[in-house]
């Protein structure tokens, strides 16, 4: 244990001094161009100190991010398993990945359900949450402080267990609350039922569209579920992804954050104008808030966005192990995983990764080409 | 009708009188709604965490009943104990703490350094370098996973702490870089000119004018950073590998069986509780500044 402390203490120190070094020389050669030029001596001082001060970034780029893309894009067209040499096989990876791998297509089509299903419940109640915070009443901090808590915690695997533990279809806590509530209202029963019917047949649809066999389907939707049935959450391939929905609903603090700083920063005197004129709560909702708090909604929408498709420690942590339901949450970056570190695919997860920042780009382009018909940006 | 009558007999005063009645009431129930569901909403949020404590002071038989048991009925410490006595547990807390220390000063120093040039130094290429920056926050970090461990594999750091502190040192995370920016453009221009009139050099002033002035913002950055590093599951999975080096999530994590119906859930949770508990504090300590920062960092986005 204390040797592995001291290597990396020794690395580092090694590391502080090439930064350092590295800092000067990037300093004394753009000082160096500046002189050249014929620049001031302030020029030229300022120069020295404008790339010293960023050489650990720009130094760290090439090292880190540079580097590390070229190679993958060379290593996306080859075969390549440590330690052997990569063998280049052209678009060998790209072909078998996009037509013939039903755990690419499952991970696809899983975030797509989260991206479909995950974000828009995310935005709804983190702008709930945002608004029922901007109404001015005491204890305001403390509720933000108690909303923002998962943010903080809910990627710490440690505390993902305890949804494992509560998310247990027998004895767990949300099943025993449900089955107590059906107990008591005959009302809840049935919308519960109606709740299990209508998500069953919905990720029955989406394990069809993953496999291309919709028997599964056809049973859920001709079958409505008895009174005494209740959510399996982790245990079946038709609740696995509520789960992580529900997960993704209860961290959606950072959303209800940007809300609530956009919610301050409409004026006043719009509501107030409104007032006068006789418009409804509802009216004001959907023709000043909404329109007005847009960027901040295009904020949480790429950001929830990239989050999803980022999404590893859910699924690792609730269904890692188990080959029944797993293939049902995967996302792309659990398979990504998967494919190059437990099976030693270096070319293939090189080539996962490229198709997923593809994915990523063109939607993020096309997010923001479409920004300009919904996104309000100028108050006035 | 009655409030009707009333104004038609004797002007407007009477309506107003009912009405300010009227409204004073429908306020006051609305705002009860408003806290029920306030306090409804901070409840959920709050429950797997409640949940971890109660369960961390129950038997191993009420945490496996079949029938959910809320409540321990005589709470136990047996768990705390239990994993207290862990040697494997308490290496792994050692482990988190030393990367997540040393991953967060190096990150720290040198992301304040990067954003002292992006925002108190006039340099020819600045905006250059700047705008390359900002799109490398596009790129996917997924995308950098597999060559990055090709290269620490290659360097032989598989199975050392390197490839989880080494990279923060090069101003890793260009969102925090981002979030110092902004911040270091809003302090007086005149600051640093005063002191660089008395001879001071850029160093100098980095560290003894505006870093000190920078507080609020280095709190939040180094929460982001100490929350991110202290939760880090993926990485540490891919380059530990041995049970000896693991970090706290890794550790915790495979406290469960997956083959087993029974859990020793008591003891896990007993680790989730002591893994949380830095989390929380620092959470509460830095919570003011954290908030003001991530809208900082999202009204600029």
Known sequence: ML??????????????????????????????????????????????????????WIVGFVIFVLAPVVASLYWSFTVYRLPNPPQWVGVQNYVRLLTDDPNFRAALVNTFYFVLFGLPAQLVVA????????????????????????????????????????????????????????????????????????NESLNAFFLGVQSGNFTLFEKTISAFPAAHRVPLWLQSPLWTKTSIVLLLVWSCGSMMLIYLAALNSIPPEFYEAAEVDGATRWQRFWKITLPLISPATFYNLIVGMIAIIQMFEQPYVLLRDSPTVAQSSYTVVFYLWRATFRFNEIGYGAAISWILTLIILVITYFQFRLQDRWVQYDLR | ????????????????????????????VERAVLYLFLI??????????????????????????????????????????EILKDADFLRAYANSVFVTALAVLG?????????????????????????????????????????QYVFFNKAGWIGTYNPLTIPGYFAGGAAMVFLLRQFMLQLPRELDEAAFLDGASHLRIWWSIILPLCRPALATVSTFLFVGHWNALLQPIIYLQTTKLYTLPVYVAS????????????????????????????????????ISGIVLSGSKG
């Open chain 1, 3 to 56: 040797e592995s402390y001291g290597y990396t203490l020794v690395w580092s120190v090694g590391t502080v001094v090439f930064i350092i070094a590295s800092s000067v020389a990037l300093g004394w050669i753009a000082r160096l161009i500046v002189r050249w030029r014929g620049g001031s001596t302030i020029h030229q001082q300022n120069a020295f100190a404008g790339y010293a001060f960023a050489a650990p």
């Open chain 1, 127 to 198: 702008l709930l949450l945002a608004i029922l915070l901007n109404q001015k009443l005491h204890g305001e901090r403390f509720f933000r402080t108690a909303f923002y808590l998962p943010v903080i915690l809910g990627l710490n695997a440690a505390v993902l267990l305890s949804w494992v533990l509560m998310f247990n279809a027998n004895n767990g806590f949300i099943n025993t609350l449900l089955r107590t509530l059906s107990k008591k209202s005959t009302l809840f029963n049935l919308l519960l039922r109606a709740f299990i019917y209508v």
């Open chain 2, 1 to 28: 009708m009655q409030a009707h009558e009333a104004q038609q007999q004797s002007g407007v005063a009477p309506l107003a009188v009912t009405d300010g009645r009227w409204r004073m009431w429908q306020e006051r």
């Open chain 2, 40 to 81: 409804a909403g901070s409840l959920v949020m709050a429950l797997p965490l409640i949940w971890m404590i109660l369960t961390s002071f129950k038997t191993f038989e009420e945490a496996n009943a079949p029938q959910l048991v809320w409540f321990p009925a005589d709470p136990q410490l047996t768990a705390y104990v």
């Open chain 2, 107 to 147: 990150t720290l120093v040198s992301v304040s350094a990067v954003a002292y040039a992006f925002s108190r130094i006039e340099w020819p290429g600045r905006n250059v370098v700047f705008f390359l920056m900002l799109s490398t926050m596009m790129i996917p970090f997924q995308a950098l996973i597999v060559p």
């Open chain 2, 255 to 290: 406290l469960v069986n997956p083959q087993q119906t029974t859990q020793p859930w008591p003891t896990i949770m007993a680790a989730s509780v002591l893994t949380a508990l830095p989390l929380l504090v620092v959470f509460f300590l830095a919570q003011r500044y954290l």
